[in-house]
Antibody, heavy 121, light 113 residues
Framework: QVQLVQSGAEVKEPGASVKLSCKASGYNFINYAMHWVRQAPGQRLEWMGW????????EYSQKFQGRVTITRDTSATTAYMELRSLRSEDTTVYYC??????????????WGQGTLVTVAS | DIVMTQSPDSLAVSLGERATINCKSSQSVLNRPNNKNYLAWYQQKPGQPPRLLIYWASTRESGVPDRFSGSGSGTDFTLTISSLQAEDVAVYYCQQHFDTPSTFGPGTKVDIK
């Protein structure tokens, strides 16, 4: 069965960077897109960007452009999301989500368990 | 960006009764070449990630009980739970994946009356 296992909680100071991982199993990793979505407490889900795990092409939300980088390691079937210049508003839960197809547009048919990132001095 | 709105913000329904959630997009999410609406519905329980329920506005994901159904086209969509069960208590989100950025509605909280 499809599983997405994310890395553990992080605590970072303002201005720092964080790199989260998402280990995929149970399907052919390179045949499906991987998205990153975040959710502040009590707030709606917010899409950050996605990667074509086959060719490595990425697309990011304008809101995070310049601060976020999504990569993948096909041999490790793992996707990564790095967010830089962290601020307090980045304190939230981050999810990876498997796309229903290799390319966008697609819906998100499996989700990781989420990683809490706390930004505080 | 396509803005998604939902109504109501919350609702309480008796067990076995129908629950209806509405979702509206600021522009059409109908892809005319394939006549598909790029609209999905998710269920999220406390402390859990979202779970896909419906895609293409009306296609039920594998394993989702048939009491969940989706309808609508263009800019107006509905998620219906035909007979509410205790395990359906959750927040429900609609999502458009017609354009980037993909955007979600604010969520509708469903409780038992």
């Amino acid at each position: 069965q499809v599983q997405l296992v994310q890395s553990g909680a992080e605590v970072k100071e303002p201005g720092a960077s964080v790199k989260l991982s998402c280990k995929a199993s149970g399907y052919n990793f390179i045949n499906y897109a991987m998205h990153w979505v975040r959710q502040a407490p009590g707030q709606r889900l917010e899409w950050m960007g996605w990667i074509n795990t086959g060719n490595g092409n990425t697309e990011y939300s304008q809101k995070f452009q310049g601060r976020v980088t999504i990569t993948r390691d096909t041999s490790a079937t793992t996707a990564y999301m790095e967010l830089r210049s962290l601020r307090s508003e980045d304190t939230t839960v981050y999810y990876c989500a498997k796309g229903s197809d290799r390319n966008y547009p697609n819906w998100f048919d499996s989700w990781g368990q989420g990683t809490l990132v706390t930004v505080a001095s | 960006d396509i803005v998604m709105t939902q109504s109501p913000d919350s609702l309480a329904v008796s067990l076995g009764e129908r629950a209806t959630i509405n979702c509206k997009s600021s522009q059409s999410v109908l892809n005319r070449p394939n006549n598909k609406n790029y609209l999905a519905w998710y269920q999220q329980k406390p402390g859990q990630p979202p779970r896909l329920l419906i895609y293409w506005a009306s296609t039920r994901e594998s394993g989702v009980p048939d009491r969940f159904s989706g309808s609508g086209s263009g800019t107006d969509f509905t998620l219906t739970i035909s007979s509410l069960q205790a395990e359906d208590v959750a927040v429900y989100y609609c999502q458009q994946h017609f354009d980037t950025p993909s955007t979600f509605g604010p969520g509708t909280k469903v409780d038992i009356k």
